[in-house]
């Protein structure tokens, strides 16, 4: 009781990048913190605000003024949008910084920042704190941003550039990732990507670094950083199992689809979910549905309105020709977490960033992948070739290619074998969160050099 009324009186200031998949983490990290005793400030941009809940009543939450319009979002794409978002937050951050180090009764413990908000470690230096890296993607998709930089500064561009001819070859020392599956950008160009990666691997004065990972999925990875880094690296994760998740989605959950899911039959439910940022062109669109009209399995799609790139009519319109409705039911957002615990789901079309990849290997749910951009490309190739519980569809996408993905996964004996190994993953998640497990180990490490 003494040690923890000892750590009432520090404060710990948390930094999130403005996504919805970063935000998430962050949260979940704010909420051990705060369960450990420390009082929680969070800094967030105006852009993508995450209005507070009552249940995140007992943090504070100060803005960080900069005025960059929602448009230049959709002009810049997510990449050069962080790289302009920097840029314009490194003084006001600042500003604010010394504003709370005035007004607040308890002392700053540290800094933690997310690591594609890197102007914050000038301004944390500055100030004498310490300044605690997060990374919300996997240790591996760290070592891979690391990797990109090397080549860059090696042979330039040509090799990172689509139609180098070498995009399936295997990365040296990367097995089994190739050139096409490192997390360049499609939002941006290469030069863009690896100006934003030189600063999000660049440590400065941080203390440690904190990953949202397990060490059953990214050993070797992580062995691979704490050298290279020669600071201390934290896995966590999977941070959504260690603690109750705030709600922090920045889109309203359509609920109704867990009722529809009530109504199923067990694991016959294909779940479908791209993401809060990625689209899809219309006839991408019209052939998965009719893949999935093909296949005769039942599915909960969900499609966030302006998704569907090229349509004049809206998705409602667009896909009630072609969705059976008794089979196929769509929402515009859901209750992931939930949906992904549900007995009627079997597995889960994802594009595979980190969050959603974590969540269903949590609920040993087998995934088909059809990764976008960025680590989404390096996870889904971990979960087809190291975990084996994931199907990458590749290429153009097509109705047949679709129809044959989804019936390997739910009707298949190899969906069966990927269903035993994902409910072992997900056995070994719930263990590494657990006392004495090595996430929650590694999170009280962390927080006694505190």
Request: proline letters at 4%; glycine letters at 6%; charged letters at 20%.
């Amino acid at each position: 009781m003494e040690k923890k009324n000892l750590a009432m009186r520090r404060r710990v200031v948390l930094v999130p990048a403005p996504a919805q998949g970063h935000i998430t983490p962050m949260m979940q990290l704010a909420r051990a913190l705060h369960f450990k005793g420390f009082a929680i400030t969070v800094a967030q941009t105006k852009f993508n605000y995450l209005n507070p809940s009552t249940d995140l009543s007992d943090f504070q939450f100060v803005t960080i003024p900069e005025t960059l319009p929602e448009s230049e979002f959709n002009n810049l794409g997510p990449g050069r949008f962080m790289v302009k978002l920097a840029k314009e937050c490194h003084v006001s951050f600042k500003e604010l910084l010394g504003q709370l180090l005035v007004s607040e009764e308890e002392e700053i413990a540290c800094v933690i920042y997310d690591e594609f908000m890197y102007f914050v470690e000038p301004a944390v230096t500055e100030f004498k704190l310490r300044n605690v890296i997060l990374s919300t993607t996997s240790a591996s998709a760290f070592v891979c941003r690391f990797v990109v930089c090397k080549l860059y500064a090696k042979d330039g561009l040509a090799q990172l550039k689509e139609g180098s001819g070498r995009e399936e070859e295997l990365v040296p020392e990367l097995d089994p990732i190739r050139y096409k599956d490192l997390p360049v950008s499609a939002f941006a160009s290469v030069e863009y990507s690896v100006e934003l990666f030189k600063n999000t691997c660049y440590k400065g004065t941080a203390s440690s670094v904190i990953i949202n990972t397990v060490r059953c999925l990214d050993m070797s990875s992580l062995e691979w950083l704490q050298q290279e880094l020669e600071i201390p690296v934290y896995p966590i994760g999977p941070l959504h199992m260690a603690v109750t998740a705030p709600p922090t989605s920045l889109l309203e959950e359509n609920v109704s689809c867990i009722e529809w899911l009530n109504i199923q039959r067990s694991s016959s439910v294909i779940y479908i979910s791209l993401g809060s940022i990625n689209s899809m062109e219309t006839k991408e669109a019209l052939e998965m549905a009719s893949g999935l009209v093909s296949s005769n399995q039942n599915f909960l799609w969900v499609i966030r309105p302006g998704s569907i790139r090229g349509s004049e009519m809206s998705e409602e319109e667009l896909f009630s020709k072609m969705i059976t409705l008794d089979r196929g039911y769509i929402v515009k957002w859901a209750p992931q977490k939930q949906v992904l615990a549900h007995s009627a789901v079997g597995a889960f079309w994802s594009h595979c960033g980190w969050n959603s990849t974590l969540e269903s290997l949590g609920e040993g749910v087998p995934m088909i992948c059809r990764p976008f951009t960025a680590d989404q490309k390096g996870n889904a190739r971990y979960l087809e070739c190291v975990w084996k519980v994931g199907i990458q569809v590749e290429g153009e996408l097509e109705r047949g290619a679709v129809e044959r993905a989804v019936k390997r996964l739910m009707v298949d004996d190899e969906g069966i074998e990927m269903k035993r190994r994902a409910l072992s993953l997900k056995e070994k998640l719930k263990a590494s969160v657990l006392a004495a497990g090595s996430s929650h180990n590694s999170l009280n490490d962390f927080i006694n050099t505190l």
